[in-house]
T-cell receptor
Framework: DAKTTQPTSMDCAEGRAANLPCNHSTISGNEYVYWYRQIHSQGPQYIIHGLKNNETNEMASLIITEDRKSSTLILPHATLRDTAVYYCIVRVIVGGRDDKIIFGKGTRLHILP | DAGVIQSPRHEVTEMGQEVTLRCKPISGHNSLFWYRQTMMRGLELLIYFNNNVPIDDSGMPEDRFSAKMPNASFSTLKIQPSEPRDSAVYFC???????????FGQGTRLTVV
């Protein structure tokens, strides 16, 4: 079962920052927070992951609260191509025996022109 | 690298027939995942392999489903006999064990009539 809770859908105006929240109140110390997205008719695509520090890459930023019970994915300047379903996933430390990736229902993000 | 390659992209078959879906992971990757996606149930993990060995097949719906990974460059998911409720998009993904990012194929859209 997915260990995360996300809003079902969100809207964001093109050019604005999209902030996608995720709750993972039962996260364990050995679990990372991952984000993937799935654009219509394509396979999911990795975005970013983190353990407890904030992370940034060319696609997005990930802000994890100090207690690690929630996080926010930030797309700094959303474009129409960012319209997709965004999945927040909790996953044990990669490399462990049981490092499977379990998807929840995700957030459907609509970027509005 | 061409990425994860799945075949066929589309499959239409009659109920009761055997169906075989194929996946070629990215060269050098040693973890492989099979997922099924439907509107009702979302993305479900069926089975995953590490170093060609099945680690967790608890998501395989029933005995009609079987998966094999005879070598590091090839995996199959077989459904025998197929039923209309098996209609879905089936995704294969691969990753480096110890690496954070799983790469997904384009999927196989299966329709059982």
């Amino acid at each position: 079962d997915a260990k995360t809770t996300q809003p079902t859908s969100m809207d964001c105006a093109e050019g604005r920052a999209a902030n996608l929240p995720c709750n993972h109140s039962t996260i364990s110390g050995n679990e990372y927070v991952y984000w993937y997205r799935q654009i219509h008719s394509q396979g999911p695509q990795y975005i970013i992951h983190g353990l407890k520090n904030n992370e940034t890459n060319e696609m997005a930023s990930l802000i994890i609260t100090e207690d690690r019970k929630s996080s926010t994915l930030i797309l700094p300047h959303a474009t129409l191509r960012d319209t997709a379903v965004y999945y927040c996933i909790v996953r044990v430390i990669v490399g462990g025996r049981d490092d499977k990736i379990i998807f929840g229902k995700g957030t459907r993000l609509h970027i509005l022109p | 690298d061409a990425g994860v390659i799945q075949s066929p992209r589309h499959e239409v078959t009659e109920m009761g027939q055997e169906v075989t879906l194929r996946c070629k992971p990215i060269s050098g990757h040693n973890s492989l995942f099979w997922y099924r996606q439907t509107m009702m149930r979302g993305l479900e993990l069926l089975i995953y392999f590490n170093n060609n060995v099945p680690i967790d097949d608890s998501g395989m719906p029933e005995d009609r489903f079987s998966a094999k990974m005879p070598n590091a460059s090839f995996s199959t998911l077989k459904i025998q006999p197929s039923e209309p409720r098996d209609s879905a998009v089936y995704f294969c993904a691969s990753s480096l064990k110890g690496g954070p990012e799983a790469f997904f194929g384009q999927g196989t859209r299966l329709t059982v009539v």
